[in-house]
């Protein structure tokens, strides 16, 4: 069985049930999230061993949340329980011209100070064959910074494959660094790079221009990049929307099938699906079959609620190997 390691903060999700606002509501629908776990939970459920590295408060709130890790598949043994709080995801859902909003309240938290050294990496990588981290992570503290680039030493040093989702967040970055000081180091030490449109110019302060201009400057700058994969939404509104993804090789470059969504339950979690559902081909199938099993895994999950994609593969396959262009009820 191949052998994953994701790593990210888990939050607690609160979130006002359907669509009722933050004003309105008297109760919270309550869940764990968090994107690399995410990630973590779509791979474990599709039959890969994962295991997700963060840190967890030293409470019931901590042992609950590596519980709901544990019913997902993932193993937990890395995961430190220290002192400090847990982070906590608001999410109030969008509908028609209303677009979802994301409070954090997540300053101080168990793994944004953590600083990784209660961390075995000899222990961690054992086996592992693919490492995937995101610019979230990076984007918490200097603590966590440094954590991410350590991390991906570590993994590199052991020929490990390495995923980074760009994921830039603009209401994270709060540490006195910006995303383009941080992040293109990181990206030095990644083989794929998951990435939307306006992830390239906030983290790697580049202008998308051209598919060819990406391409070209990734594969320039960054020397262990093997593939760019850009995820397009490509109409903007709540309650409808089309989307699809590209993945460039060095010579060769493959589009996935668009979906058409006509009525979105969730949209949180869909690049973690998307990324999951990456991953779990780039191991399996050839890069064109991948990209189409990414993008019906992450198209599926706008019909899901809460963060994490439970589908099985065939479902996902299905959908995928479709010949009409996808729509998604
Ligand atoms: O991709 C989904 C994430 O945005 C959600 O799980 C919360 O991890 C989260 C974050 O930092 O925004």
């Not at 869940?31 to 791979?43: D, K, Q, R, T, Y």
């Not at 999410?91 to 990784?116: K, W």
């Not at 760019?228 to 090789?249: E, Y």
């Not at 079959?289 to 065939?314: N, R, T, W, Y």
Request: with cysteine.
């Amino acid at each position: 069985m191949k052998k994953i390691v994701t790593i990210g903060e888990v939050m607690l999700r609160l979130s006002p049930p359907g669509n009722q606002r933050f004003f309105q509501t008297h109760s919270f629908d309550v869940e764990f999230g968090g994107s690399e776990a995410n990630v973590g939970a779509a791979l474990a459920f599709w039959g890969l061993h994962v295991s997700h590295l963060t840190a967890f408060p030293d409470n019931e709130i901590g042992w609950a949340a590596s519980g709901q890790l544990r019913k997902n598949g993932i193993d937990t043994r890395f995961i430190p329980y220290l002192p400090g709080r847990m982070g906590v995801y608001y999410l109030e859902q969008g509908a028609m011209q209303r677009s979802s909003q994301v409070i954090y309240d997540r300053i101080n938290s168990a793994f944004s100070n953590f600083d990784g050294k209660a961390y075995n990496w000899d222990e961690i990588f054992h086996g592992v064959s693919w490492f995937h981290w995101s610019g979230i992570t990076p984007a918490l503290s200097a603590k966590c910074a440094e954590l991410t680039l350590c991390s991906l030493q570590e993994a590199r040093k052991r020929g490990i494959t390495v995923s980074g989702d760009l994921n830039y967040r603009s209401n994270l970055w709060r540490f006195g660094k910006e995303p383009h000081e941080v992040m293109p180091e990181l990206m030095a030490l990644t083989n794929v790079m998951i990435a939307g449109s306006r992830d390239f110019k906030q983290c790697l302060n580049e202008e998308f221009k051209s598919f060819t201009e990406v391409r070209n400057m990734a594969f320039d700058r960054f020397p262990h990049l093997e593939y760019i994969v850009k995820t397009d939404r490509i109409s903007h509104s709540s309650s409808n929307n089309t989307i699809s993804a590209m993945l460039f090789a060095k010579k060769r470059i493959h589009s996935s099938k668009s979906y058409e969504l006509t009525h979105i339950v969730d949209r949180v979690g869909t690049g973690d699906a998307f990324a999951g559902g990456l991953i779990y081909g780039l191991l399996h199938f050839k890069p064109k079959e991948a990209i189409e099993f990414a993008m019906a895994a992450g198209a599926i999950k706008h019909s899901v609620p809460g963060d994490v994609l439970l589908c099985s593969l065939q479902e996902i396959q299905e959908l995928a190997s479709g010949e009409a262009v996808g729509k998604i009820k």
